[in-house]
């Protein structure tokens, strides 16, 4: 059965984008009828130095509109597994308010909802899956009413791209959950473009990595999968090893986006914002160049379809040249992501999450106009 996934054009919208905002929140609404309901609404609120994550002005029309219909919003994530500012609650908050989530500016608190070092999880079984025996997921989202999933659709280095459904799997798990997801994924090098500048060793976490006679040199041993050393490479010699990392990371997130979504059986809605569509994620202390136009914002029940919808407009768009891409060219209808990030094959979380019954890769793409 085809989700409906409402949408508008940036090419083509005649009025502010928080008309159309308004727009797109009136044919997704969150079906809650419980009064003063509290609503976690689930968003990526940036690294310090990264410019690409959603503008807090778009956020605070959703907690306008959450308002109006008489429920309690709060802004939420979790806290990171890599070493940055958002490692912990204390540091998350602060980058939070310094990107401009703070409640003079969105109307809403903000609640870090693992806990202050990722210790808060509801605990879940996971009997279907072959990969975990438990799941931990955030309290504060597990004992919320609703959630209201606001993610950046962009590129990621493990999954391919970024979207809704990661945003449940890595965005509402707890660090060790994530650690679990992250268990299969080692990076590989090429010593011989390997300029021993350091900066993987800076961002390792697990202190897996030297520099020994002016070259990388990994503990695979220490290597806790996080994958931060191949974002930061500043001359491309990392890439993840090709066994079955990438295909049983994909796995193992669409166990933890069932088992979250199973558990949880509350309302949920989800918003895609296609837009600043940079090769990586926002994990990074920087943004680098977007590799399409921005194209519009959409939203939809079924977080499948909406990533689906999103995946093929950008597809249908041309690629910006970049010289952080090494030159290639893609023409209209390739595939941005996967070029740029190893041939990823995440269709395969798409279609894993859909045989769980998380959604479905079928939809209707309806246009709002005016």
Known sequence: MKSDVFYFSFKKNKKSVLQYIDALYDNSKLKVTKKNALIAVKLHMGEIGNTSFIKPLFVKKIIENLKEDGLKPFLTDTTTL???????AVDYLNAAVYNGFGYESIGCPIIISDGLRSQNGKTVETKFSSNFQIIKYASDIAHSDGVVVLSHVKGHVVAGYGGALKNIAMGMATRSTKQQMHG?????????????????????????????????VFNLNHCIGCADCITV??????????????????????????????????????????????????????????????????????????????????????????????????????????????????????????????????????????
Do not use: H, W
């Open 82 to 88: 890599y070493i940055g500012q958002r490692s912990n």
């Open 184 to 216: 299969d994924v080692k990076p590989q090098i090429k010593t011989e473009k390997c300029s021993g500048c350091g900066t993987c060793v800076a961002y390792c976490p697990g202190k897996a990595i030297t520099i020994k006679d002016g070259k990388a």
């Open 233 to 370: 490479c500043t001359t491309g010699c990392l890439k993840v090893l090709k066994n079955e990392s990438s295909e049983k990371f994909l796995e193992k997130m669409g166990d933890v986006i069932y088992a979250i979504v199973n558990d949880f059986k509350k309302p949920m809605t989800f918003f895609n914002f296609v837009m600043d569509v940079t090769p990586d994620c926002d994990c990074l202390d920087y943004s680098r160049y977007p590799i399409v136009p921005d194209i519009g914002i959409l939203a939809s029940y079924d977080p499948v379809a909406i990533d689906k919808a999103s995946i093929d407009l950008i597809k249908s768009e041309p690629y910006y040249f970049n010289q952080d891409q090494n030159d290639f060219e893609l023409a209209v209808d390739q595939d941005k992501f996967c070029k740029k990030n190893g041939n990823v094959n995440y269709d395969r979380l798409l279609k894993y999450c859909e045989n769980l019954g998380v959604g479905s890769t079928e939809y209707n793409l309806v246009e709002l106009t005016y």
